[in-house]
């Protein structure tokens, strides 16, 4: 029969054995988790830069027949749709390849001339969105605004 000593170590040595596993398994698990995010960051990047390159192409004309023509409109109408949102800004959207134009980001109070000029060019490229000529109707939601709460009503 083997003694309290023995016994001891043979104790240890078994939870030694069983804490390295547990260790070596969250390893594993976290270098999956890890390897899995990557893949999707990829994934979501290549799928994003795929995208770009497509509404880059794309002409946003209504028009064309065949799958070849189907970002190669050949109408004098934009296949875009204007929508106001229920919060008050206006985006467009093209029907053929879902770019959005939205209104650029108010700019901070001490922008730089970098921030000036983005501002300007992204705001030159909405207004042109806005007027292209198409005749699709523009659609909207019923407008709301928050309104800060007036301490007097608010007793009352």
């Known amino acids: 029969m083997p003694d309290r000593k023995q016994m001891q170590e043979e104790l240890e040595s078994l939870q030694l054995e069983e804490a390295r596993e547990a260790a070596q398994g969250r390893k594993e698990l976290r270098l999956s988790r890890e390897q899995k995010i990557k893949a999707i960051e990829l994934s979501l990047k290549r799928d994003r830069a795929n995208m770009e390159r497509i509404q880059a192409a794309c002409l946003h004309r209504k028009g064309g027949k065949g799958t070849a023509q189907i970002y190669m409109g050949n109408d004098a109408n934009y296949a875009v749709i204007t929508h106001t949102l229920s919060h008050g800004p206006t985006i467009v959207v093209c029907q053929r390849c879902g770019k959005k134009w939205e209104p650029p980001e108010d700019l901070p109070k001490k922008a730089t001339p970098e921030q000036k000029a983005k501002y300007r060019e992204e705001l030159t490229e909405y207004r042109r969105a806005l007027n292209l000529p198409t005749d699709n109707e523009p659609s909207g939601t019923v407008l709301f605004a ?11």
């Open 146 to 156: 928050f309104t800060p709460i007036d301490p007097e009503e608010a007793a009352a």
